[in-house]
């Protein structure tokens, strides 16, 4: 939020917003994958000393980076949850794409069907059409019965 005096600063395009959150992300993971980085080559660097002297500070060191190791992975996890949602929530043009693309099939669909439907009724008229005159033309035609 802008909130010093200067109000003639233009508002920020779509392509710069999604750029400057795009380099957020970049930052936070690339902080969260040297954090794994350097804290698994410690545990690697402390498990080849065997002093007996140090095992107990080793074991807690070793747990203390471990235990590093699982926080930047939850990081790196928040981050792929925010950037799924981002995707999901702000990706307005794809959606925009995939709905234009289902309309039209919807369309062509209806376009197929509204055709055989035609036929049908073509079909069903001639049908109709051969059935009255033979019946019409026929020499075993029933009488009309009189009502009593």
Do not use: W
């Not at 307005?92 to 234009?100: D, I, L, P």
């Not at 035609?118 to 001639?126: H, P, V, Y």
């Amino acid at each position: 939020m802008n909130t010093g005096g200067n109000n003639s600063l233009p508002p920020q395009t779509r392509g710069e917003v999604l750029f400057r959150d795009q380099q957020f992300f970049q930052k936070q993971i690339d902080s969260k994958i040297m954090q794994l980085l350097e804290n698994y080559h410690n545990i690697i660097k402390i498990s080849k000393v065997n002093d007996p002297l140090k095992n107990a500070s080793e074991i807690y060191e070793m747990e203390t980076r471990t235990s590093n190791m699982l926080n930047a992975g939850e990081g790196l996890l928040k981050i792929i949850e925010e950037l799924k949602q981002n995707l999901i929530l702000n990706d307005f043009s794809t959606m925009a794409e995939e709905v234009r693309i289902q309309n039209l099939v919807y369309h062509k669909e209806n376009e197929r069907t509204n055709k055989s439907i035609k036929l049908i009724s073509e079909e069903l008229s001639r049908s109709l059409k051969e059935l009255e005159d033979e019946y019409y033309n026929s020499s075993y035609k029933l009488p009309p019965q009189s009502s009593k």
